[in-house]
Each structure stands twice: as C-alpha cells, then as structure tokens.
C-alpha cells in the first residue's frame, strides 16, 4: 500500500534493535580491524529470528569524497593512483577517482576535503555541497563514505600531489565537460564515488544548459 511505501521510503522495515548480537571478537587489527561476529536477525514476514550467523566484519574509518569542477572553465578534474584493491584488475590496478580521504579522529568530512583537495590536487574548494553518504560495501565493511561537489580553479595543465612520506603518488587530470561522456561510457572508471559524482556533474550541465 501507498502507507507501506512511504514508512520505507522514511526508514528500514526494521532498526537496530531487531539484531541480537551473540559474540564479537577481533580477528585482525591494523590500519583495517577484522572482526568474527556471531548474531540473530529479524526475518521479514515471520514473527522470529534468524539461526545463529556467523559474519567477518571489516572495519574502516569514515572517508569523504569530493569532485571538483568550475563552471567558468567548464572543466573538471579527477586524479589517478595506485589502489591494491583493484591489484588483480583485468586492465589496471591505476584507478581514476574523486579526491578523497579518511576522516581524521571526529574531524568533519568538509574539514577533511579541505585538507585533501590541497593536498592531492593543489585546490582551494568553494561551493562546497554535500550530496550523499553510504556504505560502498555493506556486505561486509562498516565504511560510511559522505560524497560532496566543490567548485575549485583548476590548473591549465595536471601535476603530481600526494604525500611521498605516506606512499602517495597522485596524478590530477583536468578534463573538459565535453569529455564526461566518454569517461561514463568507456569502462574506464570502476569505483562508485567518481560515477555518482560525474553521474550528479553530467545532470548539473544539463540544468545550465536548459537555464541558458
């Protein structure tokens, strides 16, 4: 029913209160923790709960994303590093992304992007908006990641950034509106973030276009 719908729309079928957790343990501490929990969830459609599960969580800090672009230009930059997550990617473990990080002890995401845009581009961000925050993987990390857009000047030409001491090797990429097309259709681009960010950039053109 419509009532049903919007109750959804507002929040989950079930809150915090519907697991019961049995054990938790750690199984791995570094800069990622690892951890075996045991517990019991509510079923939908039945009046009790699940068998006994056993589930590793990964545990990481909250990240911030931001895409930077600049309307008078009509560009927008993206960067490019190394990522052993996509290490046995069939084409390159170099990935084009947003400019990103981890949020540092209870610093804010918009304290965070600040320092990172300066840090991983050479960018002072303006018009900075939040869009969304979501789990990149809820099937198994507990990382909540808050997506923004900023407006920036951008270089003429890219440069590379990043932190030596902290193994970081950036290389920022400025590209012209014309090319968002290619970049959303080529298959080069393989992380969430930058395709939701480029995806929210592709629409915002649009409305210009049609303001104009």
């Not at 009532?3 to 729309?9: A, E």
């Not at 560009?75 to 540092?104: K, M, Y």
């Not at 990149?136 to 990641?145: D, M, Y």
């Not at 590209?175 to 393989?190: H, I, P, S, V, W």
Request: proline share 3%; aromatic share 10%; charged share 20%.
């Amino acid at each position: 029913s419509l009532t049903v719908l919007m109750t959804i729309i507002k929040q989950a079928t079930y809150l915090k209160d519907a697991v019961v957790i049995e054990k938790r343990e750690d199984a791995f501490r570094g800069f990622i923790q690892v951890e075996k929990v045991s517990l019991r969830h509510r079923l939908f459609g039945q009046d009790h709960y699940s068998k006994t599960l056993q589930r590793e969580l990964v545990h990481r800090p909250e990240a911030a994303g931001v895409l930077i672009y600049n309307d008078q230009q009509q560009q927008f930059a993206l960067i490019e590093q190394f990522r052993i997550g996509a290490l046995d990617d069939a084409d390159s473990p170099w990935q084009l992304e947003i400019i990103a990080g981890v949020l540092d002890g209870d610093e804010t995401p918009e304290t965070c992007l600040y320092r990172e845009a300066l840090e991983e581009a050479g960018c002072q961000l303006f018009d900075l908006q939040p869009l969304f925050s979501f789990y990149p993987s809820a099937g198994a990390c507990s990382e909540l990641f808050h997506l923004y857009v900023a407006q920036a000047h951008l270089p003429a030409h890219g440069s590379i950034f990043g932190m030596a001491d902290e193994g970081e090797n950036i290389q920022l990429h400025v590209f012209d509106y014309q090319d968002l097309t290619a970049l959303l259709t080529t298959g080069r681009l393989k992380n969430a973030p930058v395709i939701m960010a480029l995806q929210w950039l592709q629409q915002h053109i649009k409305t210009l276009s049609d303001v104009k």
